[in-house]
Protein backbone atom coordinates (compact mmCIF):
# COMPACT_ATOMS: atom_id res chain seq x y z
CA UNK A 1 0.00 0.00 0.00
CA UNK A 2 0.96 3.22 -0.89
CA UNK A 3 -0.32 7.03 -0.13
CA UNK A 4 -0.17 9.39 -2.81
CA UNK A 5 -1.24 13.24 -3.66
CA UNK A 6 -4.55 12.83 -5.54
CA UNK A 7 -2.09 14.60 -7.59
CA UNK A 8 -0.51 11.17 -8.93
CA UNK A 9 -3.62 9.24 -8.99
CA UNK A 10 -4.09 7.70 -12.20
CA UNK A 11 -7.13 5.47 -13.94
CA UNK A 12 -6.65 1.73 -12.74
CA UNK A 13 -4.90 2.29 -9.44
CA UNK A 14 -6.85 0.16 -6.98
CA UNK A 15 -7.61 1.92 -3.61
CA UNK A 16 -6.13 0.21 -0.35
CA UNK A 17 -7.98 2.07 2.15
CA UNK A 18 -11.98 3.91 2.41
CA UNK A 19 -11.94 7.41 1.61
CA UNK A 20 -13.65 10.26 3.91
CA UNK A 21 -14.61 13.47 3.29
CA UNK A 22 -11.92 15.71 5.38
CA UNK A 23 -9.43 12.97 5.38
CA UNK A 24 -10.35 11.90 8.63
CA UNK A 25 -12.26 8.59 9.15
CA UNK A 26 -15.66 9.42 10.39
CA UNK A 27 -19.19 8.85 9.13
CA UNK A 28 -19.50 7.02 5.57
CA UNK A 29 -16.98 6.49 3.24
CA UNK A 30 -16.81 8.72 -0.11
CA UNK A 31 -15.18 5.56 -1.71
CA UNK A 32 -14.44 2.31 -0.38
CA UNK A 33 -11.31 -0.01 -0.68
CA UNK A 34 -10.94 -2.26 -3.75
CA UNK A 35 -12.39 0.34 -5.85
CA UNK A 36 -10.56 1.06 -9.11
CA UNK A 37 -9.81 4.70 -9.98
CA UNK A 38 -11.08 6.43 -13.01
CA UNK A 39 -10.64 9.52 -14.83
CA UNK A 40 -14.08 10.64 -13.77
CA UNK A 41 -13.40 9.00 -9.96
CA UNK A 42 -11.02 11.42 -10.00
CA UNK A 43 -12.02 14.46 -11.16
CA UNK A 44 -14.96 14.16 -8.52
CA UNK A 45 -12.53 13.18 -5.44
CA UNK A 46 -10.63 16.21 -6.64
CA UNK A 47 -13.59 18.27 -6.19
CA UNK A 48 -14.32 17.17 -3.01
CA UNK A 49 -11.17 18.64 -1.95
CA UNK A 50 -9.38 14.75 -1.36
CA UNK A 51 -5.56 15.70 -0.98
CA UNK A 52 -4.39 11.87 -0.68
CA UNK A 53 -5.67 8.29 -1.20
CA UNK A 54 -4.23 4.97 -0.32
CA UNK A 55 -3.40 2.97 -3.28
CA UNK A 56 -2.37 -1.03 -3.82
CA UNK A 57 1.18 -1.90 -4.45
CA UNK A 58 4.04 1.06 -5.23
CA UNK A 59 2.74 2.44 -8.05
CA UNK A 60 4.66 6.24 -7.70
CA UNK A 61 8.27 6.61 -7.37
CA UNK A 62 8.58 8.97 -4.36
CA UNK A 63 12.19 11.44 -4.81
CA UNK A 64 14.03 9.97 -2.17
CA UNK A 65 12.90 6.51 -1.73
CA UNK A 66 14.84 3.38 -0.98
CA UNK A 67 14.60 0.88 -3.64
CA UNK A 68 13.57 -2.78 -2.39
CA UNK A 69 17.03 -3.91 -2.45
CA UNK A 70 18.00 -0.99 -0.20
CA UNK A 71 15.41 -1.69 2.27
CA UNK A 72 16.60 -5.63 2.05
CA UNK A 73 19.84 -4.38 2.84
CA UNK A 74 18.38 -2.49 6.06
CA UNK A 75 16.70 -5.43 6.92
CA UNK A 76 19.68 -7.63 6.66
CA UNK A 77 21.63 -5.66 8.76
CA UNK A 78 18.89 -5.07 11.42
CA UNK A 79 18.33 -8.84 11.97
CA UNK A 80 22.35 -9.52 11.54
CA UNK A 81 22.70 -10.25 15.52
CA UNK A 82 19.06 -12.32 15.74
CA UNK A 83 18.21 -13.99 12.51
CA UNK A 84 19.93 -17.57 13.53
CA UNK A 85 17.50 -17.50 16.05
CA UNK A 86 14.46 -19.70 14.38
CA UNK A 87 11.49 -17.09 15.74
CA UNK A 88 13.20 -14.30 14.44
CA UNK A 89 14.62 -16.31 11.16
CA UNK A 90 10.37 -16.82 10.87
CA UNK A 91 10.17 -13.23 11.60
CA UNK A 92 12.56 -11.66 9.08
CA UNK A 93 10.99 -14.01 6.19
CA UNK A 94 7.72 -12.27 7.23
CA UNK A 95 8.94 -8.55 6.70
CA UNK A 96 10.71 -9.51 3.65
CA UNK A 97 8.09 -11.12 1.88
CA UNK A 98 5.86 -8.12 3.47
CA UNK A 99 8.42 -5.73 1.70
CA UNK A 100 8.02 -7.57 -1.67
CA UNK A 101 4.61 -7.62 -1.67
CA UNK A 102 4.10 -3.79 -0.65
CA UNK A 103 6.62 -2.36 -3.22
CA UNK A 104 4.61 -3.95 -5.95
CA UNK A 105 6.58 -7.36 -6.22
CA UNK B 1 29.18 -0.73 40.46
CA UNK B 2 26.28 -2.20 42.80
CA UNK B 3 27.23 1.65 44.24
CA UNK B 4 26.37 3.17 41.27
CA UNK B 5 23.17 1.40 40.86
CA UNK B 6 21.90 2.21 44.44
CA UNK B 7 22.99 5.88 44.00
CA UNK B 8 20.90 6.43 40.54
CA UNK B 9 17.63 4.25 42.32
CA UNK B 10 18.17 7.24 45.04
CA UNK B 11 17.74 9.91 42.87
CA UNK B 12 15.48 8.63 40.41
CA UNK B 13 12.98 7.53 43.25
CA UNK B 14 13.18 10.56 44.55
CA UNK B 15 10.59 12.24 42.96
CA UNK B 16 11.50 16.00 43.90
CA UNK B 17 15.01 15.67 42.03
CA UNK B 18 12.61 14.37 39.01
CA UNK B 19 12.11 17.32 36.01
CA UNK B 20 8.96 19.29 37.24
CA UNK B 21 5.95 17.22 36.94
CA UNK B 22 3.22 19.83 37.22
CA UNK B 23 1.52 20.16 40.56
CA UNK B 24 -2.20 18.13 39.10
CA UNK B 25 0.25 15.14 39.17
CA UNK B 26 1.01 15.23 43.06
CA UNK B 27 -2.91 15.61 43.20
CA UNK B 28 -3.58 12.95 41.11
CA UNK B 29 -1.72 10.72 43.07
CA UNK B 30 -2.73 11.75 45.82
CA UNK B 31 -6.97 10.37 45.16
CA UNK B 32 -7.50 6.49 45.17
CA UNK B 33 -8.10 4.90 42.11
CA UNK B 34 -11.69 3.46 42.46
CA UNK B 35 -13.95 5.75 44.31
CA UNK B 36 -16.38 7.16 42.03
CA UNK B 37 -16.61 10.83 44.29
CA UNK B 38 -12.38 10.89 43.20
CA UNK B 39 -12.90 10.10 39.21
CA UNK B 40 -15.06 13.28 39.35
CA UNK B 41 -12.39 14.69 41.47
CA UNK B 42 -9.98 13.71 39.39
CA UNK B 43 -11.83 14.77 36.13
CA UNK B 44 -11.88 18.44 37.59
CA UNK B 45 -8.37 18.63 38.82
CA UNK B 46 -6.67 18.10 35.33
CA UNK B 47 -9.53 19.94 33.16
CA UNK B 48 -8.17 22.68 34.93
CA UNK B 49 -5.04 22.74 33.59
CA UNK B 50 -5.45 23.61 29.68
CA UNK B 51 -2.37 22.38 28.43
CA UNK B 52 -2.17 19.18 29.68
CA UNK B 53 -6.20 18.33 29.52
CA UNK B 54 -4.96 18.87 25.47
CA UNK B 55 -2.02 16.69 25.43
CA UNK B 56 -3.68 13.97 27.57
CA UNK B 57 -7.13 14.39 24.62
CA UNK B 58 -4.53 14.53 21.87
CA UNK B 59 -2.70 10.90 23.05
CA UNK B 60 -6.00 9.43 23.86
CA UNK B 61 -7.20 10.31 20.57
CA UNK B 62 -3.66 9.09 18.99
CA UNK B 63 -3.08 5.98 16.86
CA UNK B 64 -2.18 3.99 20.63
CA UNK B 65 -5.57 4.16 21.18
CA UNK B 66 -7.41 4.44 18.30
CA UNK B 67 -10.39 3.21 18.37
CA UNK B 68 -12.31 5.98 20.23
CA UNK B 69 -13.46 9.75 19.71
CA UNK B 70 -12.62 10.70 23.08
CA UNK B 71 -13.50 14.79 23.63
CA UNK B 72 -13.15 15.26 27.10
CA UNK B 73 -11.36 14.12 30.04
CA UNK B 74 -14.22 12.93 32.01
CA UNK B 75 -15.07 10.64 28.28
CA UNK B 76 -11.67 9.41 28.79
CA UNK B 77 -11.88 8.37 32.10
CA UNK B 78 -14.83 6.55 31.85
CA UNK B 79 -13.66 5.20 28.68
CA UNK B 80 -10.05 4.16 28.82
CA UNK B 81 -9.80 4.02 32.97
CA UNK B 82 -8.29 6.02 35.74
CA UNK B 83 -5.23 4.56 35.70
CA UNK B 84 -4.81 5.20 32.04
CA UNK B 85 -5.32 8.60 32.48
CA UNK B 86 -3.88 8.71 35.11
CA UNK B 87 -0.39 7.65 33.20
CA UNK B 88 -1.43 9.36 30.26
CA UNK B 89 -1.05 12.47 33.01
CA UNK B 90 2.30 11.61 33.63
CA UNK B 91 4.13 10.40 30.21
CA UNK B 92 2.33 13.22 28.44
CA UNK B 93 4.34 15.90 31.24
CA UNK B 94 7.50 13.28 30.42
CA UNK B 95 7.20 13.59 26.60
CA UNK B 96 6.93 17.35 27.11
CA UNK B 97 10.15 17.24 28.93
CA UNK B 98 12.13 15.16 26.27
CA UNK B 99 14.34 17.46 23.83
CA UNK B 100 13.41 17.59 20.47
CA UNK B 101 16.50 15.32 19.81
CA UNK B 102 14.33 12.54 21.17
CA UNK B 103 11.85 12.62 18.53
CA UNK B 104 13.29 9.12 17.56
CA UNK B 105 12.12 7.51 20.78
CA UNK B 106 9.16 9.49 21.01
CA UNK B 107 8.30 7.53 17.78
CA UNK B 108 9.33 4.20 18.62
CA UNK B 109 7.39 4.52 21.84
CA UNK B 110 4.00 5.13 19.91
CA UNK B 111 4.81 2.75 17.71
CA UNK B 112 5.18 0.28 20.21
CA UNK B 113 2.15 1.42 21.72
CA UNK B 114 0.15 0.82 18.24
CA UNK B 115 1.49 -2.95 17.83
CA UNK B 116 0.72 -3.43 21.58
CA UNK B 117 -2.79 -2.48 21.06
CA UNK B 118 -2.70 -4.36 17.44
CA UNK B 119 -1.83 -7.51 19.35
CA UNK B 120 -3.71 -7.34 21.83
CA UNK B 121 -6.64 -7.02 20.33
CA UNK B 122 -5.81 -9.45 17.60
CA UNK B 123 -5.63 -12.35 20.65
CA UNK B 124 -8.38 -11.22 22.47
CA UNK B 125 -6.88 -9.94 25.31
CA UNK B 126 -8.69 -8.10 28.44
CA UNK B 127 -7.34 -4.39 29.20
CA UNK B 128 -6.08 -3.46 25.72
CA UNK B 129 -6.13 0.23 26.84
CA UNK B 130 -3.71 -0.68 29.92
CA UNK B 131 -1.55 -2.68 27.42
CA UNK B 132 -1.41 -0.02 24.91
CA UNK B 133 -0.18 2.34 27.97
CA UNK B 134 2.28 0.20 29.36
CA UNK B 135 3.75 0.34 25.70
CA UNK B 136 3.32 3.82 25.48
CA UNK B 137 6.36 4.18 28.68
CA UNK B 138 7.93 0.91 28.01
CA UNK B 139 11.17 2.60 27.55
CA UNK B 140 10.60 6.10 29.85
CA UNK B 141 13.69 4.87 31.87
CA UNK B 142 15.24 5.44 28.59
CA UNK B 143 14.13 9.70 28.97
CA UNK B 144 15.29 9.64 32.96
CA UNK B 145 18.74 8.08 31.61
CA UNK B 146 19.55 10.97 29.56
CA UNK B 147 17.78 13.60 31.61
CA UNK B 148 19.44 12.58 34.81
CA UNK B 149 22.93 11.05 33.42
CA UNK B 150 23.44 12.63 30.36
CA UNK B 151 27.02 12.18 30.60
CA UNK B 152 26.63 8.44 31.29
CA UNK B 153 23.70 8.42 28.23
CA UNK B 154 26.74 9.75 25.94
CA UNK B 155 28.69 6.73 26.57
CA UNK B 156 26.26 4.26 26.36
CA UNK B 157 25.47 5.67 22.66
CA UNK B 158 29.41 5.60 22.26
CA UNK B 159 29.94 2.05 23.29
CA UNK B 160 26.89 0.40 21.14
CA UNK B 161 28.07 2.23 17.66
CA UNK B 162 31.65 0.65 18.59
CA UNK B 163 31.08 -2.35 19.87
CA UNK B 164 27.81 -3.07 18.43
CA UNK B 165 26.03 -4.40 21.05
CA UNK B 166 22.55 -3.77 22.42
CA UNK B 167 21.49 -0.93 24.60
CA UNK B 168 20.75 -3.29 27.54
CA UNK B 169 24.11 -4.31 27.26
CA UNK B 170 26.05 -1.13 27.30
CA UNK B 171 23.73 0.34 29.96
CA UNK B 172 24.85 -2.28 32.65
CA UNK B 173 28.55 -1.71 31.81
CA UNK B 174 28.11 2.15 32.29
CA UNK B 175 25.32 2.41 34.88
CA UNK B 176 25.31 -0.53 36.60
CA UNK B 177 21.57 -0.97 35.99
CA UNK B 178 19.31 -0.53 32.78
CA UNK B 179 16.46 1.03 31.21
CA UNK B 180 13.86 -1.04 31.77
CA UNK B 181 14.91 -1.62 35.58
CA UNK B 182 14.82 2.20 35.90
CA UNK B 183 11.50 2.60 34.25
CA UNK B 184 10.04 -0.07 36.79
CA UNK B 185 11.90 2.65 39.87
CA UNK B 186 9.87 5.18 37.71
CA UNK B 187 6.09 3.30 37.92
CA UNK B 188 6.76 2.42 41.18
CA UNK B 189 8.05 6.15 42.05
CA UNK B 190 4.76 7.22 40.66
CA UNK B 191 2.12 4.69 42.39
CA UNK B 192 1.50 2.92 39.26
CA UNK B 193 -0.43 -0.43 39.37
CA UNK B 194 1.23 -3.61 38.57
CA UNK B 195 -0.06 -4.20 35.74
CA UNK B 196 1.88 -0.91 34.22
CA UNK B 197 5.05 -1.11 36.22
CA UNK B 198 5.15 -4.85 35.39
CA UNK B 199 5.47 -4.84 31.40
CA UNK B 200 7.70 -1.72 31.80
CA UNK B 201 10.05 -3.51 34.27
CA UNK B 202 10.44 -6.72 32.25
CA UNK B 203 9.58 -5.69 28.64
CA UNK B 204 13.25 -6.90 28.28
CA UNK B 205 13.34 -10.00 30.32
CA UNK B 206 9.91 -11.66 30.39
CA UNK B 207 10.81 -14.23 32.58
CA UNK B 208 10.81 -12.13 35.22
CA UNK B 209 7.38 -10.91 35.23
CA UNK B 210 4.77 -12.92 37.09
CA UNK B 211 1.88 -11.30 37.92
CA UNK B 212 1.25 -9.44 34.17
CA UNK B 213 3.39 -11.84 32.51
CA UNK B 214 0.75 -11.94 29.26
CA UNK B 215 1.19 -7.77 29.42
CA UNK B 216 4.77 -8.24 29.79
CA UNK B 217 4.92 -10.45 26.44
CA UNK B 218 2.42 -8.41 24.22
CA UNK B 219 5.15 -5.32 25.15
CA UNK B 220 8.11 -7.43 24.33
CA UNK B 221 6.75 -8.51 21.29
CA UNK B 222 5.62 -5.17 20.02
CA UNK B 223 8.86 -3.81 20.92
CA UNK B 224 11.06 -6.44 18.83
CA UNK B 225 7.88 -5.89 15.98
CA UNK B 226 8.86 -2.09 15.75
CA UNK B 227 12.41 -2.38 15.70
CA UNK B 228 12.46 -4.76 12.56
CA UNK B 229 9.85 -2.64 11.25
CA UNK B 230 12.40 0.01 11.61
CA UNK B 231 10.11 2.87 12.77
CA UNK B 232 11.13 5.49 15.32
CA UNK B 233 15.03 5.34 16.94
CA UNK B 234 14.84 3.39 19.85
CA UNK B 235 18.50 3.58 19.74
CA UNK B 236 19.18 -0.19 19.11
CA UNK B 237 19.87 -0.45 15.55
CA UNK B 238 19.44 -4.26 16.00
CA UNK B 239 16.68 -6.58 16.42
CA UNK B 240 16.28 -8.38 19.65
CA UNK B 241 15.80 -12.05 19.88
CA UNK B 242 12.24 -12.69 20.58
CA UNK B 243 11.67 -14.61 24.05
CA UNK B 244 10.58 -17.80 23.85
CA UNK B 245 8.63 -17.39 26.87
CA UNK B 246 6.05 -14.50 25.10
CA UNK B 247 6.16 -16.35 22.13
CA UNK B 248 4.68 -19.67 24.33
CA UNK B 249 3.01 -17.46 26.51
CA UNK B 250 0.81 -15.75 24.03
CA UNK B 251 0.93 -19.05 21.79
CA UNK B 252 2.16 -17.18 18.61
CA UNK B 253 2.28 -18.36 15.31
CA UNK B 254 3.51 -17.44 11.74
CA UNK B 255 0.04 -16.55 10.92
CA UNK B 256 -0.97 -14.11 13.47
CA UNK B 257 2.28 -12.83 13.07
CA UNK B 258 2.24 -12.28 9.03
CA UNK B 259 -1.40 -10.82 9.36
CA UNK B 260 -0.25 -8.22 12.32
CA UNK B 261 2.46 -7.40 10.32
CA UNK B 262 0.60 -6.07 7.67
CA UNK B 263 -2.07 -4.39 10.02
CA UNK B 264 0.94 -2.63 11.87
CA UNK B 265 2.25 -1.69 8.89
CA UNK B 266 -0.89 0.23 7.54
CA UNK B 267 -1.76 1.44 11.16
CA UNK B 268 1.92 3.28 11.22
CA UNK B 269 1.09 5.53 8.19
CA UNK B 270 -0.99 7.42 10.38
CA UNK B 271 1.36 7.35 13.53
CA UNK B 272 4.06 9.09 11.79
CA UNK B 273 1.47 11.90 10.58
CA UNK B 274 0.06 11.76 14.48
CA UNK B 275 3.73 12.45 15.74
CA UNK B 276 4.30 15.12 13.74
CA UNK B 277 1.60 16.68 14.58
CA UNK B 278 2.20 16.57 17.98
CA UNK B 279 5.81 17.56 17.43
CA UNK B 280 4.99 20.86 16.28
CA UNK B 281 2.82 21.53 19.29
FE1 LIG C 1 13.49 -1.17 26.03
FE1 LIG D 1 11.71 -0.15 23.17
Known sequence: MQKIPLMLAKAGMVLARDVFRGDSPVGMPICGKDTVLTDALITRLDQMDIQTVCVEGHPVWEEGERTFDELLQNLDRRFEKSRQEPLNSMLYDIYKAYLAKSMGG | MEDKRSELKKIIMDTRTLPTLPNVISKLNALSDNDKASVQEMA???????????????????????????????????????????????????????????????????????????????????????????????????????????????????????????????????????????GGWLAKSWFLPDKLSEPIAFHHDVDKSLNHRIKTSVVHIADVLIKASDFGNSGDRYVPVIQKIAWDTLKLNVQIMTELVAEIEDKLIEVRNFSLEMMSE
Open chain 2, 44 to 182: RIVSSDQVLSARILRLANSPSYGFYRVSTISNAMILLGVNVVKSLALSSSIFAIMEKNSVGLWEHSLGVGVAANLLARKLGLPECEEIATAALLHDIGKVIVSLKCSEAAKEILGLTNERQIYTMEAEREVIGTDHAEI
